[in-house]
């Protein structure tokens, strides 16, 4: 279509982050044709087991158990199998054959990446792995591209969504070690095996590839300092929280000087203090945050969604639309740099929600002379908090904050209450935004 | 050196950023050159006025003021001289001559960005603008390649440092406006005429910036509703504590569906209030944040320093590597893969803070002896509270925070007190980061 010329992208794994991959490439096919400037075809799904019950949303014609011969012939392989066999194998047979390669891989990246990297660069090859850190945060771009100008000096972070939940639960909510982990349980953030998780070996292989990433060295999983969360007391939480911390599980890699002045790097994974001042600090739940220190840029942070099938996906075609880009114009041009041209819409046609301050005479029936005013303009009050006025006497101090709605309704209302004679000033009116 | 092949580099202005580009450049040539593959050689630094006092530590032969000579024959050109002319006509010049352009320069890119992007694109060459938008904040990679694969729905930005200075210590330290201005301006977050911060024109010029590259669309810098923060009161920052919120400037763009159904963008900056829980409510002091909501990867935040000469020189330098790479094999492999093989330490040698809990006798003279345990390990405490103890009748409860010390030592320490006699138990060791 439009004359594109056909990738062609052989997906191995259907699992729940490659049902994902392939349902967005299959929906947004011609929206990626026009980003990329060619058209991404997927052109098989390789599994394990054909008969297994999957998406039935994706066609089934797609599906393969033959990922050898999936492969050949691929322009992009994008391998969501997980585990080391036969992925390893598979992407070097993708390698070998000149495909780019893009991955979610992590397990198979800290114990295999300078294999697998140097196989892609014999062959000009893209290996490309935003995916097996911290689901749809950017990270490894970042640190690869935006700082190669720069010293990254240490990075701190909470890579595992599992175990910063159960702290978080432990710090916030009161629980008990016990309760927290239950509770995640039951809500999926832990397996039914959770060491992977609790025991810190997930963070471990994170923090090997974030390490090998920022310092240019390679650093295997094995020295990793690991220590989990499973020493981390309720005691200590509250101990903690007592004197302005707050514990989390953080990866650490980080440049030092050995005592003997020898220059070096240190990757470890342990339960530690933060200020509850720290920008990590106040990451929530589930979520990740990865926070870089270097030389010239100083402090930044990456937060977001660590995990999860539709998450992960995201950084998985990033890395596809990269790797597709270096086939159509001999290196990349920005993607879709030809304008969707969307109309700009006036301020007017914006959703938002407003506090409005006024002061309005202290008599009765004034609330429901200006809860009409809002509800004639289709616009209705979420709160209102009254208080004597510190304006005039006889006089009352409203805040009124509204349920969202199109802005020109909102300014409708705001020029009502100006003109009511109920109201004696409309002090402030500010717009509320991020769906508090 | 190494048999790379030269890049030459043009440097267009030496202020507060071009100086710290081309002192970067300069100290760090050799690693550069490992990490890209190709010597980057700065061939000049153009500037207006020759005689002006300048940076002593760069080789002054460097110097010139003939803008367009420097620029021919240029593989790389850094455009950061600000302003719309001459940097518009020596970048389109520079295109047309085959070079990659990196620029700073947000209100040209706002203004005259798909004019460039065009004229980079008929050559082939690159257009890169990360240091234009949130200073060493990685925000237009990510956008334009971390989300290549996903649909942005919405962006809402902290990206002037300098109102945020006002309006973060008008919350936190209780400032009238014009208080919070007057230390803004002796701490040079703002300019003498800071209109261009405080009415929201470069706020404005980012939110253009951004809306551009997140929706495909050309958002002209005319279409961006602006509000400056001149009428945010400390009354109305009060009201918005105690309700649970922060007031914000913030630079927003946003996908939406207009009234009558039409698909559109609208980009916007005004103050608003975010609840205090929001992730951009802890951006503190001049510190910028961008707050990305996409359809796959969900909530993500991008955080760090928004402004700074040095800082900025981290994104600029980010951009020049990209481009370098493009010219050296063909397509850009990833930086440094030739690993610079560090050594790795082990986590004796890290340098870190312990808070240590312990159970104690409560006699006279413990304190001394504990103290006297850490002294002769070389560490220090920082802070020590004593509670009764929870655990057993006649002791205390002792929480010992210690300064930075090598984990060897805090190790050691740990060992002597489990073998002290004034100590019963040690419940708890946890590692404090972060520089709290």
Redesign the interface.
């Known amino acids: 279509m439009n004359g594109y010329r056909d990738l062609c992208v052989a997906l191995l794994g259907s699992g729940s982050v490659g049902s994902?991959v392939a349902r967005?490439m299959l929906e947004?096919g011609d929206e990626?044709a026009a980003?990329v400037g060619a058209r991404l075809t997927l052109a098989g799904i390789a599994v394990r087991d054909i008969d297994a019950k999957r998406d039935a949303e994706l066609p089934q014609e797609l599906f393969t158990t033959d990922a050898e011969r999936l492969v050949q012939g691929a322009d992009i392989v994008i391998e969501l199998m997980g585990g080391i066999e036969p992925a390893r194998e598979l992407i070097l047979q993708s390698l070998k054959g000149g495909a780019d390669v893009v991955t979610a891989n992590k397990a198979l990246i800290a114990a295999h990446g300078?294999e697998l990297?140097e196989a892609?660069?014999q062959v000009?090859a893209?290996?490309s792995y935003?995916a097996a850190v911290a689901g749809?945060?950017?990270i490894i771009?970042?640190l690869?591209?935006?700082?190669?100008?720069?010293?990254v000096t240490r990075v701190?972070g909470i890579v595992n969504g599992s175990t910063n939940y159960i702290l978080d639960r432990m710090d916030r909510f009161g629980d008990s070690a016990e309760d927290a982990m239950r509770v995640a349980s039951e809500l999926g953030f832990l397996e039914a095996d959770p060491t992977l998780d609790v025991e810190g070996y997930d963070a471990a292989q994170k923090a090997t590839i974030i390490a090998s990433i920022a310092?240019?060295?390679?650093?295997?999983v094995e020295?990793v300092?690991r220590e989990g969360i499973t020493t981390v007391?309720a005691?200590?939480i509250e101990?903690?929280k007592q004197?302005?911390?707050v514990?989390k599980l953080?990866a650490?890699a980080?440049?030092?000087t050995?005592?003997d002045g020898?220059?070096?790097?240190?990757?470890?994974v342990?339960?530690?203090?933060?200020?509850r001042?720290?920008?990590?600090a106040?990451v929530y739940g589930g979520k990740n945050a990865i926070?870089v220190e270097?030389e010239?840029?100083?402090?930044?942070?990456?937060?977001?969604?660590g995990a999860?099938g539709?998450?992960t996906?995201?950084?998985?075609?990033?890395d596809?639309?990269?790797a597709a880009r270096?086939h159509v114009?001999?290196?990349?041009?920005?993607?879709?740099?030809?304008?969707?041209?969307?109309?700009?819409?006036?301020?007017g046609?914006?959703?938002?929600a407003y506090?409005i301050?006024l002061e309005v005479r202290d008599r009765p029936g004034v609330l429901a002379t200006i809860a009409g005013l809002l509800a004639d303009r289709g616009v209705s009050a979420s709160s209102v908090?009254q208080s004597i006025s510190q304006q005039a006497d006889g006089h009352a101090r409203l805040?009124i904050?509204t349920h969202r709605a199109?802005e020109?309704d909102l300014a409708a209302v705001v020029d009502a209450l100006r003109g009511s004679e109920v109201v004696q000033q409309v002090?402030?009116v500010?717009?509320?935004?991020?769906d508090?």
């Open positions: 994902q967005l947004n990626l980003r300078p990297a892609a660069e000009g893209q290996l935003e749809a945060i950017p771009r970042p690869v591209w935006s700082l190669a100008g720069d010293h701190m310092f240019h060295t390679n650093v295997p020295s300092h007391t005691e200590q101990a903690a004197a302005g911390y514990i953080l650490i980080e440049r030092l050995a005592a020898t220059e070096g790097v240190s990757a470890r342990y339960p530690a203090l933060i200020s001042e720290h920008p990590l106040a926070f270097a010239s840029a100083g402090e930044l942070m990456f937060y977001g969604a999860g539709v998450e996906a995201s950084a998985v075609l990033g596809v639309v990269s270096r114009v001999g290196g990349p041009g920005i993607p879709g740099s030809k304008h969707a041209e969307l109309p700009i819409l006036p301020v046609e914006i959703t938002t506090q301050m908090e805040v904050g199109r020109a002090t402030s500010l717009r509320l935004e991020g508090a």
